[in-house]
């Protein structure tokens, strides 16, 4: 069964960091793009960062470049996304996505996780 498994979400003090691990079980993540997405009570979905098949491009929303580095490392079949400086309005539930085409930000993803809840507040 293919399936993607976020983790290491959890209640952080603003300022704090986070890193989150996308990590992909019954098929390999090499040949595909990964796409991180949040989203908070009340709000829509939106793309939070996403990095090519090949590693070799990424892209980020406004709102967290400068903060938030994704990286993959196709050994251990998993994404993750560093999240640095955290504020409270990155309070959400983080989704990670996985297809075979570049969609950047944009939530056309084929395969998607669970979720994990990050909550950022004092």
């Known amino acids: 069964q293919l399936q993607l498994v976020e983790s290491g979400g959890g209640l952080v003090q603003p300022g704090g960091s986070l890193r989150l691990s996308c990590a992909a079980s019954?098929?390999?993540?090499?040949?595909?793009?990964i796409g991180w997405f949040r989203q908070a009570p009340g709000k829509e979905r939106e793309g939070v960062s996403c990095?090519?098949?090949?590693?070799?491009?990424?892209n980020y929303a406004d709102s967290v470049k400068g903060r938030f580095t994704i990286a993959r490392d196709n050994a251990k079949n998993t994404v993750y996304l560093q999240m640095n400086s955290l504020k409270p309005e990155d309070t959400a539930i983080y989704y990670c996505?996985?297809?075979?085409?570049?969609?950047?930000?944009?939530?056309?993803?084929?395969?998607w996780g669970q979720g994990t809840q990050v909550t950022v507040s004092s």
């Open positions: 996505a996985a297809a075979p085409i570049y969609y950047k930000l944009e939530p056309l993803y084929d395969y």
């Open positions: 990095i090519s098949s090949s590693g070799g491009s990424t």
């Open positions: 019954g098929f390999t993540l090499d040949y595909l793009a």
